[in-house]
């Protein structure tokens, strides 16, 4: 698939617009926003989970791969909306969970019924835990213990999260099997979750991913001549300047590109209070520019999705400058080279959600952090989930500030932020937002051209797009401004403040040129 003009937007559906009032986003609320979307100037959207689920880690707990959940509004919803997506121009691509299942899956139930059952060699059991694997999300061990089987089985995230297995072959079969079931569905692709840890090596401590069948795996997949076109999304942490070109190569027939995660992983803990410094994420997403422009592949732009804090209040200001920071950070998304995905909520600068009382979360990962890590004062574990949970990407979308009925405590700050009253405003970081995308869609220098830094240091970050004759240059101010030691020349396409200064970047300040040769 041609991937020059693509524009993703992430949707988490039960979280996005509840169409019924019983307090969950479903499809048919989906559907009411395919004219916002459009109006937004997306042309592709990324759909997380909404298959049948016990929703033990909100629809990543996959029960039926071929079954939309009722609670989303079923089968004929789905259709429908595919359908309608594609009239409006926008592709759409589904979470491939597969490296896992939900416990009530069928094919767990019979896994477990019996180790003489058909569907034993499905999942991944073993007489004694192989390795100390923990799970992902805290709690203790990988390795749970199945008191009928006398056995355990590997779940790298929840306990109702069980692994397939992937050296069964019939498993990777039965995968092939869901996608091209989507594919006849009609969708244009998959975001793939955790795909590295397919591959496992049990006798490494820190062995659960990266494998080395993982190639081979992802090559069955989507190597086959029904798969070579779609789209295809590695969650890929294992990705780095090595191995990116194996899964993204255009002989390899693996994937379009893949989500890496340097800039967004910057401290080893990932519950902590620390303020990321910007030339840190930002020197890291240049390094991802040069290593994919050097081998010919896109990368994913993103600063947000559904497993991280909102980028305004985690790389910005989400007060005095929430309208700047969240708009300069728009251009770090969309302005670089690569395939740019925002997330549900990021076009009006969402912030961080806070709350002081721990009922007011979900997450399966928050909650055990918070029971667990009980040496850390119950005040500062509160603060911590509140900078970094993932539940900050969970709350409902505020599209008014009326009354919620949410299967969520509500975002905290829905009276000052939300749809309707961002787009009302002057400074709406919607309206910008869709300047961004235009301007991405109508300069070729930016949805294809070459990219190179020009500068970067504690005060801001500027780099250029280049195709044949036409030069972008960009410039994003940091939280204190920079004294630059040129003036500005060229055309200012975009700049998110009413003025500038001719050698001054104010914080947070975006400004676009188009630059002379
Ligand atoms: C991925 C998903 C995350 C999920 C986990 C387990 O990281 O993005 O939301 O909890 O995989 O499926």
Not at 9 to 32: A, M, Q, T, W
Not at 138 to 161: K, M
Request: aromatic share 12%; glycine share 8%; net charge negative.
């Amino acid at each position: 698939m041609r991937t020059d003009d693509l524009i993703f937007y992430e949707i988490y559906p039960k979280s996005f617009c509840d169409s019924d009032g019983d307090g969950f986003g479903d499809l048919e609320g989906v559907r009411s926003k395919i004219g916002y979307l459009k109006d937004l100037g997306v042309n592709a959207v990324w759909i997380t989970p909404c298959f049948e689920s016990p929703n033990v880690d909100n629809g990543y707990d996959v029960a039926n791969y071929r079954k939309i959940s009722e609670a989303m509004g079923g089968d004929e919803v789905f259709e429908k909306l595919l359908k309608e997506f594609h009239e409006h121009g926008i592709k759409v691509i589904l979470d491939l969970v597969a490296n896992h299942t939900s416990d009530q899956h069928e094919w767990f139930l019979q896994s477990k019924s019996g180790k003489d059952n058909p569907y034993r060699e499905y999942y991944i059991w073993r007489q004694t835990p192989p390795n100390g694997w923990k799970s992902a999300f805290g709690g203790g061990s990988a390795w749970e213990f199945d008191e009928r089987t006398q056995e355990y089985y590997l779940h790298s995230y929840a306990v109702e999260q069980p692994d397939l297995n992937w050296e069964n072959e019939t498993v990777r079969k039965e995968i092939c099997a869901v996608v091209d079931f989507w594919l006849d569905k009609g969708v244009d692709g998959f975001r793939c979750d955790v795909l590295d840890q397919i591959s496992k090596v049990f006798e490494d401590e820190n062995g659960n991913g990266n494998g080395p069948r993982l190639h081979e795996y992802i090559r069955e997949l989507f190597g086959r001549e029904k798969t070579k076109t779609c789209f295809t999304v590695g969650e890929c942490w294992a990705a780095n300047g090595e191995n990116v070109r194996l899964f993204c190569g255009k002989d390899r027939g693996e994937l379009t590109t893949v989500f890496a995660f340097d800039h967004l992983c910057l401290e080893k803990e990932k519950f902590n209070l620390k303020k990321p410094c910007l030339r840190e994420v930002c020197e890291k997403m240049a390094n991802w520019q040069r290593i994919t422009q050097e081998i010919g592949v896109k990368n994913t732009l993103f600063l947000e999705n559904h497993d991280q804090p909102r980028s305004v209040s985690r790389f910005g200001n989400d007060n005095e400058y929430r309208y700047e920071s969240a708009t300069m950070l728009g251009g770090l998304t969309l302005l670089q080279r690569g395939i740019p995905f925002l997330f549900q909520g990021q076009e009006i600068g969402l912030t961080n959600s806070y709350h002081t009382d721990i009922s007011a979360f979900n997450d399966v990962e928050s909650l055990n952090y918070y029971q667990e890590r009980t040496e850390i004062s119950k005040a500062e574990r509160l603060a911590r989930i509140n900078a970094m949970g993932r539940d900050n990407a969970r709350r409902l979308i505020p599209w008014t500030d009326g009354e919620q009925r949410s299967w969520l405590a509500p975002y905290s700050r829905k009276n000052e932020i939300n749809v309707e009253k961002d787009r009302a405003e002057e400074k709406s970081v919607f309206a910008f937002y869709k300047r961004l995308i235009a301007v991405r869609k109508a300069e070729r220098a930016i949805s294809q051209g070459e990219f190179a830094v020009l500068d970067l240091d504690d005060a801001h970050y500027a780099f250029e797009r280049r195709c044949e004759d036409e030069r972008i240059v960009v410039y994003c101010g940091f939280e204190k401004g920079a004294q630059l030691d040129k003036k500005f020349e060229g055309e200012i396409l975009l700049n998110n403040y009413a003025d500038f200064s001719e050698k001054e970047l104010l914080p947070y300040q975006l400004i676009v040129i188009r630059a002379k040769q």
